[in-house]
């Protein structure tokens, strides 16, 4: 199926790996020209030169803190001078600790709620004034699917992310009518480094082994094994794209039906 996106213009957040990287190379591989962002600069740039590479496309490599607003301003005035616009924002960046209760501090839902649902803010308050002013664009926030399913040992991405649900649907509403549309996309376990941060320590809290809690993982999911990048950056090119033309204000779940509770037993 043809998107109908080659030409365009996007701008990801959280890009040098995981899900943002394999989404770039998703859009990339579409024809979009592509401005990545994320803290690691040689990781970023080494992840620009495969997009390339790999695409023919134009990757822009624009290392930035999405936790500080003068980086996110700093990117995006970097990416409207190489490439004169952005059509499409992706946001990716953030991650959140997981843990029980007793065991968090108050500086982990703070660090949780600064990085994934500020960073979030920061990012589409600086993108989104100049799709206004264009009249059109295409906003997918990545989101983990502990927004829509909370689990107890999800705490501070679950609160992070319903938040980050709640800001989608009001961006949806606010700015459709200057030809902005505003979705998120909702992972459950994916196959990433991140993932594999998280079983370790969910593995720790829960006294098991990490291939008890992969398998714990797996048997969460009735399609029976974890999701790739490369399934999500496929959902979010499409949701993103004018085929998804009248998709806005959506939250969609792309976890293979998986049952939280499960996986917390």
């Known amino acids: 199926m043809e998107l109908g996106i080659a030409g365009k213009v996007a701008f990801i957040t959280g890009a040098s790996k995981g899900i943002g990287y394999a989404t770039a190379r998703v859009l990339a591989a579409e024809g979009c020209k592509v401005a990545i962002t994320a803290r690691e600069p040689e990781r ?30 700093h990117a995006v005035a970097q990416t409207l001078q190489a490439f004169g ?27 949780s709620l600064h990085l994934k649902l500020m960073g979030y803010v920061r990012t589409c308050k600086a993108v989104i004034p100049h799709m206004k002013a264009r009249g059109e664009g295409s906003v997918v926030l990545v989101v983990g699917n502990d927004g829509l399913k909370p689990s107890y040992w999800e705490m501070t991405a679950g609160i992070a992310n319903a938040a980050d649900i709640n800001f989608a649907s009001s961006l949806a509403e606010q700015y459709a009518p200057f030809g902005i549309r505003t979705n998120t996309v909702n992972p459950g376990p994916v196959d990433t480094d ?11 809290d829960k006294g098991v082994t990490q291939d008890r809690a992969h398998e714990l993982a797996v048997q ?14 496929n959902l979010v090119a499409f949701i993103a794209s004018p085929r998804a033309s009248f998709v806005n204000g959506a939250h969609i779940p792309i976890d293979g039906a998986q049952r939280k509770g499960i996986m917390d037993t």
Do not use: N
């Open 220 to 233: 969460s999911i009735p399609i029976g094994r974890i999701c790739t990048a490369e399934e999500v950056a």
């Open 44 to 73: 970023l740039r080494a992840a620009a030169a495969t997009i390339e590479h790999e695409t023919g496309t134009r990757a822009l490599a624009v290392a930035g803190d999405m936790s500080k607003t003068a980086d996110v301003e």
């Open 85 to 111: 616009q952005i059509d499409i924002l992706v946001t990716c960046a953030g991650s959140s600790p997981g843990g029980l209760m007793e065991q968090l501090t108050e500086e982990d839902f703070y660090s």
């Open 194 to 204: 991140r993932w594999d941060g998280l079983e370790k320590a969910f593995a720790r």
